[in-house]
């Protein structure tokens, strides 16, 4: 299945769609299905740049849309990353606010015909996009929060990551793979020698990042490669291909059960 292979999107960020691009791929789908990248506006360590989350899910959203016919939608920007406020340049929303912005826009979407929407979340921190997702299906809306953990854990596999999903938690080893095959113009030097380790963050809701690390870092992101961010995207696009399924599905599970 292909996309529209004309597509382009500005810096990698934004759409590049007109109207009747929107049109025309829309007459060709059962159900259209929107893709909306969600980031964040944190400190990641020294060495990526405080649009890391946002840059991760653009690319995701991105290289799904090369594959699949769906609405990409520009990127929400600043989320909920209250856990950096000790750092410089971090910039937050409420959760209440994340909540009703992706509400919005997914109500937005219905008006226009667009019934489908899926989250690509590229921030940890974003919890509420759980509930989000949950009370619009329990509305029989179809939405959908991508990548779950599983999603990672096989793209983690496939690429050869070797730090695992806990100890690779924050400007590590996949977050810097990604970067340098999609954007490595981003990256200052210093990912090398910047490896720090903490497994244990039980409390880490009460005390923040700064409870568990100086430097913002928690992994390995000398353990980095583009070729590992290459194949990490390669396989979350393999992996995306049954929520398509699911939500492009003539009725959703909730229509069945009426």
């Known amino acids: ?147 779950a953990a599983e999603d990672w854990e096989a793209a983690r596999g496939r690429a050869g990551v070797v730090t695992s999903l806990l100890t690779d938690m924050h400007a590590g080893e996949i977050e810097t793979s990604v970067l340098l095959h999609a954007h490595p113009e981003f990256l200052r030097s210093g990912y090398e020698t910047s490896d720090f380790v903490a497994d244990d963050r039980r409390h880490l809701l009460t005390l923040g990042m700064s409870g568990y690390t100086d430097s913002g870092v928690i992994g390995r992101p000398s353990l980095g490669s583009a070729e590992k961010g290459k194949e990490l995207l390669a396989s979350l696009v393999d992996s995306f291909g049954a929520y398509f399924s699911l939500l492009s599905e003539p009725e959703t599970g909730s229509a069945r059960r009426s």
Do not use: K
């Not at 964040?40 to 990526?48: C, R």
């Not at 290289?63 to 769906?70: H, K, L, Q, T, Y």
């Not at 509400?103 to 690509?120: H, M, N, P």
């Open 1 to 147: 299945m292909s996309g529209s292979g004309a597509r382009a999107a500005a810096d990698g960020l934004v759409p590049a769609d007109t109207t009747e691009e929107v049109r025309t791929r829309a007459a060709g789908v059962s159900t259209q299905v929107a893709v909306l990248p969600v980031g964040s506006f944190e400190q990641h360590g020294p060495f990526l740049p405080l649009a890391t989350d946002t840059l991760v899910a653009c690319a995701v959203a991105r290289e799904i849309a090369a594959a699949f016919p769906v609405h990409l939608l520009p990127p929400v920007t600043v989320s909920c990353s209250h856990e950096h406020a000790d750092w410089p340049g971090t910039v937050s929303i409420s959760a209440v606010t994340l909540h009703a912005v992706v509400t919005d826009i997914a109500a937005s979407l219905r008006r226009s015909g667009v019934d489908a929407l899926v989250v690509v979340n590229g921030h940890g921190g974003n919890y509420v996009l759980g509930n989000v997702v949950q009370e619009a299906t329990a509305r029989g809306e179809r939405m959908a929060l991508f990548p």
